[in-house]
């Protein structure tokens, strides 16, 4: 228990030191922002800040920090490290540079912001692998609601039923303005992703729940090895290059630049804290990370989440446990889907005021969306969490380029090269040894990972040594 609560201790002090060094590197100023001065009444619409964190909040959540948490606490609690410092050196400063930087560019898309300083055949693989890590992620937040939608309701309304009911709201909350479903449903669905969290943190300690302290050992039951499986399993609640998608949608919506670190880094950091809670609770539940992983297998992460939520917090634990796992990833899905609309938007140069060009781009979307929930969930999520850190990786770049052209110091880009380098070694790592990948032995997969992330972080060098930084 006392790491858990020291995770706490540092996710909040990052927050307010590595949080604001990372607001003063940017240098927020009093800029108008593309809420105002492209309001069109669709996607670009002023929200409080209050309610562009809950957003922000739903957005990159949903179930990411409980089933991937849950699935990188099989590992054991090293997993706890890895989503506090991951998070505040990693993710908070990633969702932050992706949203202001797209703030900077009147909302534009992470593929259009690649385009813009990593060049043109960077933009056009950002293009192809955003829509489809965008697929991937509607798809994957499609199918464990309608799975247990299915178990709590009359036959007839099996897990195909649902998944029609579920794509057809998608339509309507990728069609509709932001403020009309987004903006009225999100916050009161991230207050309910935040109270599961809290309820289950009071049942460990009402409880009298264990949970172990931190230890480097890897307990993984299947003896998966912690480099880099863990790094890619924990794709949402340490860093994830989803939110890369999601924040340029929040970028359209702040009202002031000086919001950006309350939410952007602040979202990041509160879904760090969820999944914190969610990794302590399974293992302590469950008992050891054989007992959890047994669970996973055998009932999913829904029915998990759900067996830890009643087990800990009675009937009242079921009623958050039905409305969080139903409630919270098809809000993911919803903006996944909304995203890959924006993007296609810019290829297209389709005027999105107009409903009709929004079918135009919505429709087929759902259609390969639809096409997809007919895959293994496992599978599923997997392939999608590489994508997404991969992604992540991608976007890191990014911002260090944007740092090198724009940063009042050039030494500020290694805030955001340095985990660059580190998620291009994850990601190629895990693509080498993956069963889903080359299947290579670690003896290769490893020291051609670290090579990658060598290579390219002495490319940055040459640039940093070159470049001559300029005040935006």
């Not at 609601?145 to 579920?166: E, G, H």
């Not at 990370?289 to 009675?314: C, F, H, K, P, R």
């Not at 293994?376 to 990786?393: E, G, H, I, K, P």
């Amino acid at each position: 228990m006392i790491s858990l609560i020291l995770s706490f201790a540092v996710l909040v002090a990052g927050y307010f030191l590595y949080g604001r060094l990372t607001e003063k590197v940017f240098a927020p100023d009093g800029r108008q922002t593309p809420a105002y001065l492209k309001r069109d009444g669709v996607d670009f619409i002023p929200m409080p800040t209050w309610k562009a964190f809950l957003v922000q909040l739903l957005n990159i959540a949903g179930t990411g920090p409980i089933f991937g948490a849950l699935m990188g606490a099989c590992f054991g609690p090293v997993v706890f490290l890895w989503i506090i410092f991951g998070a505040v050196l990693g993710g908070g400063v990633h969702d932050y540079m992706c949203g202001m930087i797209s703030e900077r560019h009147d909302g534009a898309s992470i593929a259009e912001l690649s385009g813009i300083y990593l060049g043109p055949a960077a933009k056009w693989i950002m293009r192809v692998f955003s829509v489809v890590l965008l697929l991937l992620t509607g798809t994957v937040f499609v199918n464990s609601p309608a799975a247990l939608l299915a178990r709590l309701t009359p036959d007839f309304m099996n897990v195909t039923f649902w998944i029609v009911v579920i794509l057809i709201y998608y339509v309507l909350a990728t069609l509709l303005p932001i403020d009309k479903i987004i903006g009225k449903l999100y916050p009161v669905f991230g207050a309910v992703l935040i109270l599961m969290a809290v309820g289950i943190f009071a049942g460990i300690l009402i409880g009298g729940y264990t949970v172990p302290e931190i230890t480097l050992r890897d307990l993984h039951p299947d003896g998966l090895p912690i480099w880099p499986f863990m790094f890619i399993t924990v794709a949402c609640g340490a860093i994830s290059g989803f939110h890369a998608t999601q924040s340029p949608m929040v970028a359209k919506c702040i009202k002031s630049e000086k919001q950006g670190r309350r939410v952007f880094y602040g979202a990041m950091l509160s879904e760090s804290i969820i999944a914190l809670i969610w990794a302590a609770g399974g293992v302590a539940f469950y008992g050891a990370t054989g007992g959890l992983n047994n669970a996973l297998t055998e009932l999913g992460q829904s029915g998990a989440v759900y067996d830890i939520s009643t087990g800990m917090l009675g009937p009242v634990g079921g009623i958050l446990a039905i409305v969080g796992v139903i409630a919270c990833p098809i809000t993911s899905g919803d903006t996944a889907f909304r995203s890959a609309r924006l993007i296609l938007a810019e290829i297209t140069k389709l005027d999105q005021k107009k409903i009709v060009n929004r079918l135009i781009i919505t429709l087929p979307l759902l259609g390969v969306g639809a096409v997809l929930t007919q895959l293994d969930f496992n599978v599923l999520w997997r392939y999608f969490s590489w994508a997404n850190q991969t992604l992540a990786m991608i976007s890191l770049w990014v911002a260090t380029s944007y740092l090198l052209r724009n940063g009042r110091h050039k030494l500020s880009s290694l805030m955001t090269a340095l985990p660059a380098a580190f998620m291009t070694a994850v990601s190629t790592t895990y693509i080498l040894m993956a069963q889903e990948g080359f299947r290579l032995d670690a003896a290769i997969g490893y020291p051609v990972g670290i090579a990658a992330a060598a290579a390219l972080f002495a490319f940055y060098l040459v640039f940093l040594i070159r470049q001559k930084p300029s005040a935006e």
